[in-house]
């Protein structure tokens, strides 16, 4: 897993390629990966020391890394398709008094 920091294009060998520097995570916590039947998996997040940079077409999916505990600790855990659930937390819409006027 990695955290794209930007993208940019740049000519290699006379074509025109789009990359992405990225900083990637640490490898999943073999414990907790483990333990969870791999539900579970927490990387570290290792900022400056881990950038690389990739051709774009090498990214496969988008994913969240959500803190995982104490925020201060560099470590997250992979949620896929974050946001889905979400839409179902609005509550319920109720109509108002000024939509029975219309």
């Known amino acids: 897993f990695a955290e794209i920091q930007f993208f940019f294009q ?3 060998q006379g074509v025109k390629e789009t990359l ?10 073999a414990h907790l990966c483990q ?3 791999s539900a579970l998996l927490v990387c570290k ?7 690389e940079v ?3 077409k090498y990214i496969s999916s988008c994913v ?3 803190p995982f ?3 201060v600790d560099g ?6 398709k974050m946001g889905l659930e979400v839409t179902f937390l609005s509550g319920v819409h109720e109509e108002s008094q000024a939509d029975d006027l219309l």
């Open 10 to 12: 740049a000519t290699l």
């Open 20 to 29: 992405a520097l990225i900083s990637n995570f640490s490898a999943p916590n």
């Open 35 to 37: 333990e969870s039947s």
């Open 45 to 51: 997040y290792q900022g400056t020391m881990a950038l």
């Open 54 to 56: 990739i051709p774009v």
């Open 64 to 66: 969240a890394m959500v």
């Open 69 to 71: 505990k104490d925020p």
């Open 75 to 80: 470590q997250f855990f992979v949620c896929e």
